[in-house]
């Protein structure tokens, strides 16, 4: 079933590309997630992510998600580590399976533990296909992946619509928070041209040049966070974003 964040982000897509902002509570704690939410939003971002950090706790976390709930009206979206970094305080939950990890945990069973919780919390669970592809930095390190490299182009079409053909409603190539360069423009084009689910493109990004580059490829989602936490909602973030408002006006 589709919930009301899905929903609201599926209308806002027919509108064209959309960002989101990734803030770790960790790092960025409550009123600082808020402050940066707030300019995130100010600035024209679609929605707020929470996550990165391994070990966030549950405090952590819900701390964040209801300082940024009390400043913008955008959906919070839990970006989960663990099962540990799930609180009722967000809106919704990437539901996401780690589609080229050796680790059963991240493709499956971390998911079965994690189900009635996100149901007892009242999280919307958002089904999504996660591959990191090289050089996949520390998420690719903790999520034991069988990294996708750049030029394996028919591997990661293979990858994606595996996870459309599961149910998974959204796919995230993903270059690993802080990665030197984001997932290849060619990739994603590729990737996109045999999908008819959402593409989220993750890691890397730092600049308006190359969001861009990824928005013509067909990304329809940009996910930026470690821009951020360099430099705030500064030049570079309103860049990415220029893009991508230019691209929603056609």
């Known amino acids: ?83 540990g970094s799930l609180t009722g305080e967000a809106h919704a939950v990437l539901f996401m399976s780690m589609l080229n990890s050796r680790n059963l945990g991240l493709v499956i069973r971390t998911h079965a533990r994690a189900a009635p919780v996100v149901r007892q919390l009242g999280l919307e669970a958002i089904p999504m296909g996660y591959l990191v592809i090289a050089p996949g930095m520390r998420v690719g390190e903790v999520g034991e992946a069988d990294l996708v490299g750049r030029e394996e182009v028919e591997r990661a079409q293979g990858f994606a619509l595996a996870a459309e053909m599961l149910g998974m409603r959204f796919v995230y190539l993903e270059a690993g928070s802080g990665a030197p360069a984001p997932v290849p423009a060619p990739m994603v084009r590729a990737v996109r041209s045999v999908l008819s689910i959402p593409l989220v493109v993750g890691g890397g990004i730092r600049s308006g040049a190359e969001a861009a580059q990824l928005l013509s490829a067909g990304a329809q989602i940009l996910v930026t966070g470690t821009i951020t936490e360099e430099e705030g909602v500064g030049s570079g973030f309103r860049s990415i974003l220029a893009e991508v408002q230019r691209a929603r006006r056609g």
Request: aromatic fraction near 2%; charge should be neutral; glycine fraction near 14%.
């Open 1 to 83: 079933m589709v919930g009301a964040v899905e929903r609201q982000l599926q209308v806002l897509l027919t509108g064209g590309p959309l960002h989101f902002t990734l803030i770790d509570p960790e790092k960025s704690p409550g009123p600082r997630a808020a402050a940066i939410a707030r300019a995130a939003a100010g600035a024209g971002s679609h929605a707020i992510l929470l996550g990165g950090s391994t070990g966030i706790s549950p405090e952590g976390m819900g701390a964040a998600a209801r300082e940024i709930r009390a400043a913008v009206p955008l959906p919070t979206i839990i970006f989960p580590e663990g099962p």
